[in-house]
């Protein structure tokens, strides 16, 4: 690796430098949201002893990870969009684009372990107790960690091995693995056959089980005899597969853009990206806190009623 590539130089989105300012102000005010949305979330389920369910433990590591993926990011978008801080060194590059990816497949980890957190509990409600354990959900916290780590670790040599000569600028807010690998003077085909292959099929053998799981659950609710009972489940399911769409289509619309859809304008493609790693996280509290009655309440219970105690006393 040449002395002149020890740093690149994030461009931010090609075409709109004289709009960044603008386009932070959309981006900073989703990324106080985040962290306010599921910092909330993190806190009451820490604080109200009736959360300390699977279900809410899971939600509680669905929120710690969003606030990984936005933070990875948004903060050095930031900084480039207010004060032109393009520069960031190669090693700091690899570490925001390992914690990138490793997110995302930890994201998706978990979103599995929710579905079959439901599908356990909508199709054998008397095992559920013994199936899904406390050491059940930190084993499963453990291999969404351990799982990421393989499959995004291998990156980081496929980049370090690469001779940079000069080219230096990428073309994006943040560093990616191909966005990085794009500017190596050499054979880069291993890295896109790695950097497809091996998180697609991870993810894409998540969604698989996924879709398994929920057709599952749709049988088993259509079996159920009472109509309150279905429309509780159906209720509680449908804020997570909404949820679960809203991280893989624009995930999945991401890589495959970056892929194939060469005629798309390359701001567009930066844009979504962006959008990407702050739209989940930004969303899922918002989905979860509103459909989910237990938490709505306990917000309420935190935050207001302490208040109102307050002001009669």
Avoid at 82 to 87: L, N, T
Avoid at 188 to 217: E, R, T
Wanted: glycine share 4%.
């Amino acid at each position: 690796r040449s002395i002149s590539t020890s740093t690149f130089i994030l461009a931010g989105i090609p075409g709109m430098e004289k709009s960044h300012i603008w386009i932070s102000i959309p981006f900073c005010s989703m990324y106080l949201a985040v962290l306010l949305g599921n910092g909330v979330m993190l806190f009451v389920i820490r604080t109200e002893r009736s959360l300390h369910q699977p279900m809410y433990l899971f939600l509680s590591m669905l929120a710690i990870v969003d606030l990984m993926l936005s933070t990875t990011t948004v903060p050095k978008m930031l900084a480039l969009f207010w004060f032109s801080a393009g520069e960031i060194s190669f090693d700091a590059c690899l570490t925001q684009m390992f914690f990138l990816h490793f997110s995302f497949s930890a994201e998706s980890v978990i979103l599995l372990a929710m579905a079959f957190d439901r599908f356990v509990a909508i199709c054998y409600p008397l095992r559920y107790a013994a199936v899904l354990t406390q050491s059940a959900v930190v084993k499963t916290g453990l291999v969404a960690l351990l799982r990421s780590f393989c499959i995004i670790f291998p990156c980081i040599f496929l980049l370090k091995r690469l001779p940079f000569c000069g080219h230096n600028v990428i073309l994006h807010t943040y560093c990616e693995h191909m966005g990085i690998a794009r500017l190596a003077c050499a054979d880069i085909s291993i890295n896109i056959l790695y950097g497809l292959a091996v998180p697609f099929a991870a993810v894409v053998v998540d969604v698989v089980l996924i879709a398994v799981s929920y057709i599952l659950i749709l049988l088993a609710l259509f079996r159920l005899p009472s109509r309150t009972a279905r429309h509780k489940a159906f209720n509680t399911c449908g804020s997570h597969v909404f949820v679960i769409l809203l991280f893989y289509i624009p995930a999945f619309f991401t890589v495959l853009t970056h892929r194939f859809g060469q005629e798309i304008p390359h701001h567009v493609h930066i844009i979504l990206a962006n959008l990407y790693v702050l739209f989940p996280p930004l969303l899922n509290p918002v989905v979860y806190g509103v459909r989910t009655q237990q938490i709505k309440k306990k917000v309420v219970k935190v935050f207001i009623c302490p208040k109102s105690h307050l002001l009669q006393g």
